[in-house]
């Protein structure tokens, strides 16, 4: 079957579809029901019991794959370079699982992980879902604010974390941020449980925190716990519009029927196949696609702790490709870029050979079609962009390689995966004509997987996605549907910003920059940046009386964008300005301000209160290297 066949067959029978998928997971009672509606919402797989880690693990040993390697950790970073056998894996995730239980640890209850990339982060994830208990994954590039916020909205029992993590230029001191957050956190984790790297060995709290090998030393290893096909397998938070990040929830049946279908329709991996997502376990492609899609697909998955480029060179990579035979490439857009920038002849590229690589998929920011054009030209494979978002969990548009690859259109991200009816819908909440933009939307009910609400914020839910346009779910993002059906996707309707693939909330930063003693307003805006995608920029306007040497105050406000968020934010630009320019009803006019940053042709808004403020705006920028050419039309 073609893609347009298996996406007929979708469409003529959904429910039907995803009760033929569910087959390919290992049910303790499989489901009898493929959808059932909750309040406003969907669920799959309700009556079903399941667990992830028996699918993921146990499953594949019984199998007869003990022995394959589930996990090949890549360091370039500390050298080392080590693989686990499924085997081994099931041993020590049943050995976590079982020191977890004996410390309390049920089905239902959180637990935080807070890990660089280290195959014991994988460990603890599948440990959490052998139990049934919840995990929330924190990225350790958010600062220990970031983490007391989750700490306070989920609510963990115990925290998994390791003492470092490890930058190219520095170590990351986990354990005293973690310290920070247990402190600032109103709810407070019965236990830590810390894995000691060499880099670094973290003081222990006395009576709070265990060693990661001394808690698990003579506990009894636990089995699998079989869940509700709904229970929440884990909360991931992503970036919204304000300063609360939102916790997606992944429930459990759902993920696991949609990932196995992905693994083989999508990136063509099966048992045995190599695969690496380069990204980092704090995301949600990290969720997907390094821990459990391969995993559950009984593949290879590499967990690569470097960067594309200086961790040596630009050509790692491509070592780790070619020393792991890997066949299906995932990584983003922003990572190429870096490499195309210090090696835009591929010489590189050509130092290692990639004979198993089948195909390069890009996800988490617009691809550029120069950027797919340098890899489809240096690696000879196809080069595919896919559309997806942490609330989706799974590509929601791409080119199913492993049904047929379809012809590529550069600028785009392919066709509608099978689950998703996407339309895109006018002001008026009606569907546009056909390549017109507009906002993207999914008619409800989403597909196996996808979010069926926000942890403890079943109203922040609605409000956030079900309530612009009824009856589908609002992706925050912008696009279009050219002739052949094929999906565009040219910028977010929201604050949301996209910096290096990573998902930061505009309002977030304002409301941190808002919290300096000096600045009484401000706005910031996602600008554009060859390497990275968007960058953002921050604009300050200071309180009456202030007369403090600007420099100064935007130093400081860089460094508490980074204490209060984290690095990850790349918040490293800001200006003074008199003021903000806006709407007559006071609305700030930040896609103006993006026109002018990106020296691109604006026209005045209509509805502005004073024009001149633009000019001022424009000004300003170019002090710190923005708004080259910018001009009014
Ligand atoms: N722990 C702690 N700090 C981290 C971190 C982590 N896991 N990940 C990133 N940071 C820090 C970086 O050290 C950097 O800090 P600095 O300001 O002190 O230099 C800051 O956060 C910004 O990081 P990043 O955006 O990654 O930029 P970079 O300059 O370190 O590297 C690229 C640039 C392009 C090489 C890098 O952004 C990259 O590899 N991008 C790929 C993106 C990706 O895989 N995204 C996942 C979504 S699929
Ligand atoms: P995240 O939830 O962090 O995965 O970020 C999701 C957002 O990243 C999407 O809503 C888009 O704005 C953007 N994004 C992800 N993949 C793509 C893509 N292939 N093309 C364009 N934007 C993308």
């Not at 992503?238 to 929830?249: D, E, I, L, M, N």
Request: one cysteine or more; glycine letters at 10%; aromatic letters at 8%.
């Amino acid at each position: 079957m073609g893609y347009g066949e298996v996406y007929s067959a979708w469409q003529r029978d959904p429910e039907g579809f995803w009760m033929e998928q569910a087959q390919a997971i290992d049910w303790a009672r499989p489901p009898k029901t493929a959808l059932s509606a909750r309040d406003a919402t969907y669920e799959w797989f309700a009556d079903g019991m399941v667990n992830t880690c028996w699918n993921a693990v146990d499953r594949h040993v019984e199998a007869g794959r003990g022995d394959q390697i589930a996990i090949q950790h890549e360091s370039p970073i500390t050298h080392a370079t080590k693989g686990i056998t499924y085997r081994e894996l099931q041993k020590r995730v049943a050995s976590l699982a079982g020191a977890l239980r004996m410390r309390g640890i049920e089905k239902g209850d959180r637990v935080i992980i807070y890990m660089p990339m280290i195959p014991e982060a994988l460990v603890a994830m599948l440990a959490c879902a052998r139990l049934g208990a919840i995990h929330s994954v924190v990225f350790g590039g958010f600062a220990a604010n970031e983490l007391a916020v989750r700490i306070d909205d989920c609510t963990p029992k115990a925290i998994l974390a390791a003492s470092c993590g490890l930058e190219p230029n520095r170590v990351v001191h986990y354990k005293p941020l973690l310290d920070a957050a247990i402190e600032q956190a109103a709810h407070k984790p019965e236990f830590c449980v810390i894995y000691q790297r060499e880099q670094e060995v973290a003081k222990l709290i006395e009576g709070r925190d265990f060693n990661w090998h001394g808690f698990q030393y003579g506990v009894k290893p636990a089995d699998c716990v079989p869940v509700e096909g709904t229970h929440p397998a884990y909360i991931l938070y992503t970036s919204g519009t304000t300063g609360q990040p939102k916790g997606v929830v992944r429930p459990t049946a759902g993920h696991m029927v949609a990932l196995q279908w992905t693994m083989k329709n999508i990136y063509n991996i099966g048992p045995g196949d190599r695969f690496w997502a380069a990204s980092d376990v704090g995301w949600v492609v990290g969720h997907s696609y390094i821990c459990y899609g391969p995993l559950l697909a009984g593949a290879t998955t590499v967990v690569y702790e470097g960067k594309p480029v200086g961790t040596p060179h630009p050509g790692v990579f491509w070592r780790v490709i070619q020393n792991n035979r890997i066949k299906s490439f995932f990584t983003a857009p922003t990572a190429l870029r870096a490499i195309k920038r210090e090696d835009p002849d591929g010489i590189w590229v050509k130092r290692y050979a990639q004979h198993d690589l089948q195909a390069i998929f890009l996800a988490g920011e617009r691809a550029d079609p120069d950027t797919i054009a340098w890899a489809e030209k240096h690696f000879g494979v196809p080069v595919i962009d896919h559309w997806w978002q942490t609330e989706t969990g799974w590509a929601i548009a791409g080119n199913p390689l492993g049904i047929e690859l379809l012809p590529q259109k550069a600028g785009s991200a392919c066709v509608p995966m099978p689950g998703y009816d996407v339309q895109i819908l006018g002001e008026d909440r009606h569907p546009v004509k056909q390549g017109e933009l507009g906002a993207i939307a999914i008619r409800l009910p989403l597909p196996p997987g996808c979010l069926p609400t926000l942890w403890n914020a079943d109203d922040r839910f609605r409000k956030s996605y079900l309530t612009t346009f009824p009856g589908y779910y609002e992706t925050g993002d912008a696009g279009l549907v050219d002739e052949d059906g094929y999906l565009y996707i040219m910028a977010r309707t929201d604050d949301v910003i996209n910096v290096a693939g990573h998902r930061l909330s505009t309002g977030q930063m304002e409301e941190v920059l808002a919290s300096h003693p000096d600045v009484a307003e401000c706005a910031v805006i996602g600008a554009a940046d060859d390497l990275k995608g968007q960058s953002p920029v921050g604009f300050l306007c200071l309180s009456k009386g202030v007369e403090r040497d600007e420099a100064d105050i935007v130093r400081e406000c860089v460094a508490l964008v980074r204490d209060r968020i984290g690095p990850v934010a790349a918040f490293k630009k800001a200006v003074v300005v008199e003021r903000l320019p806006k709407t007559r009803s006071g609305k700030i006019l930040r896609a103006t301000m993006v026109k002018i940053a990106d020296g691109q042709p604006f026209k005045m808004p209509a509805t502005i209160d004073d024009p001149d403020i633009l000019d001022e705006i424009r000004a300003a920028l170019e002090t710190i290297g923005y708004a080259r050419q910018t001009h009014r039309v």
